[in-house]
């Protein structure tokens, strides 16, 4: 008997669409054509220095971020594998400052999708993994040109989302919204095969990701909960946690939905205007849509990320996400302290 056929990512969306009808033949292309240019962005990164791709570009995004060269390039992939399809409305990046509308040379399709083209741009240039997220939307009804609103729609509403690590491995992880399953890049191949389906984070964890040099900037749940986790098998908790940190979101959330763990990034008190770190649009949405679509649980601390109302495209959220009772603990120490 012949071994069973390994499943490339084009046969999985294939029985999605067929079989369960939880796509349609554009979603289906528009997430084989992410996953292509994830692809070239694996190459570029794996180039390393050869590819003359490392270091900065001189530019700066709309947060005020410099630029790294494999920021713009991965942008630029995107942007240029999305393009003329037919898939999308419009595109938006936490590199550009608006969304890119589709050239009037193409048609037009019913999805928006908005991407972190790079996430852990500080690890680039010293071979640690970065990886990319994206969201996709539908483009409300009746809008011809796609502006920064027709994005603004809660977390609840994306109709997949994803992220590619490049690791040691390229991974995919792609939810549509039944379940998250999980590619590996076969690099002599060139293409994505399942290798993990219906992936569940444990409800229990004994590891926390967090940067804790910002612990002075806390508001005071906050450290209630990091100093009962340090206290370890003396302490409230009576066991002791781990710790780790890798300063890329898509590795330190591919290593809890491998093993478990919470990950945080809190709001701080260094500079009130900024609500936390990372982008709700293109990060927290969804990592959130993923990270509970495994079963576990993603807030802002004191909400669920998903049902927040978007005001703006680069808008920041605190972020708590992962093994569902560590989120849930803390989530209710912020409140019982808000009460
Ligand atoms: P980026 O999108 O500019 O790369 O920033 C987001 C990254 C996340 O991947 C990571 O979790 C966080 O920033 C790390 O922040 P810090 O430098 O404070 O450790
Ligand atoms: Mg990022």
Not at 56 to 75: C, F, I, M
């Amino acid at each position: 008997m012949s071994s069973p056929s390994k499943v490339s990512l084009s046969r999985f969306l294939i029985e999605q669409q067929r079989q369960h009808g939880h796509i349609n033949a554009d979603l289906r292309l528009l997430i084989e054509v992410v996953a292509r240019a994830c692809k070239r962005i694996s190459i570029a990164v794996g180039k390393g220095a050869l590819g003359g791709v490392l270091g900065s570009a001189g530019t700066e995004n709309v947060q005020g971020e410099t630029q790294k060269k494999l920021d713009v390039l991965s942008n630029e992939i995107l942007l240029e594998a999305n393009e003329w399809g037919g898939h999308l409305a419009a595109l938006a990046s936490e590199e550009m400052d608006d969304p890119h509308p589709i050239p009037n040379r193409y048609p037009k399709g019913e999805y928006l999708l908005v991407f972190d083209p790079l996430d852990g741009s500080s690890n680039i240039d010293v071979n640690i993994s970065v990886g990319t997220i994206f969201s996709v939307l539908r483009c409300p009804d009746g809008v011809k040109d796609p502006g920064e609103t027709a994005f603004l729609q809660r977390g609840t509403r994306q109709v997949a989302a994803g992220y590619a690590v490049y690791g040691s491995s390229t991974v995919l992880v792609l939810t549509l919204g039944d379940g998250v399953h999980s590619f590996t890049l076969d690099r002599e191949q060139g293409s994505f095969i399942l290798t993990g389906s219906n992936l569940q984070i444990p409800a229990d964890t004994g590891e926390f990701a967090i940067n804790m040099s910002n612990l002075r900037h806390w508001e005071a749940p906050m450290r209630r909960y990091i100093e009962e986790l340090l206290a370890g098998k003396t302490g409230p908790r009576g066991r002791d946690f781990n710790m780790r940190w890798v300063a890329s979101m898509v590795a330190d959330v591919h290593r809890i939905l491998t093993r478990g763990g919470i990950f945080i990034y809190p709001r701080d008190l260094k500079d009130p205007a900024k609500p936390g770190k990372l982008r709700l649009m293109y990060e927290a949405n969804p990592m959130a849509f993923i990270v509970e679509q495994a079963g576990g649980a993603a807030t802002t601390g004191r909400e669920r990320i998903l049902d927040l109302q978007p005001t703006t495209l680069h808008q920041r959220v605190p972020v708590f996400l992962g093994s569902r009772n560590e989120v849930e603990r803390v989530t209710a120490y912020h409140r019982e302290a808000d009460a």
